[in-house]
């Protein structure tokens, strides 16, 4: 699996209730967890983040968030993105009705 891959499988396989609890998918979170800022954003390294002159929003390989994605802001804006995503997934019932 390429970096580029590592985040979007994540996101992929976090759909599931097994694969949540696995303990690759676990440390992986936590991985994750050490690209946070000082504000509470994330700044994956970009080879986390794949780049594609052409390709589907849907998969990741071109959000578009910014017009230059190779920027520190672009990068953080679709780091934190794809985080978000990833813990949102990790919430029980019970923790999203109390949000």
Do not use: C
């Not at 934190?80 to 813990?87: C, F, R």
């Amino acid at each position: 699996m390429t970096l580029g891959a590592f985040v979007q499988r994540l996101v992929l396989m976090g759909q599931f209730p097994a694969a949540r609890s696995h303990p690759w998918f676990i440390n992986s979170l936590n991985h994750l967890q050490g690209f946070q800022t000082e504000n509470g954003t994330y700044l994956f390294t970009r080879s986390y983040l794949p780049e594609q002159s052409s390709g589907y929003w849907v998969t990741g390989a071109r959000l578009g968030l910014e017009e230059d994605r190779k920027v520190r802001h672009a990068i953080e804006l679709e780091s934190t993105y794809w985080m978000t995503k990833l813990l949102a997934m990790t919430l029980t019932d019970s923790e999203i009705s109390s949000l």
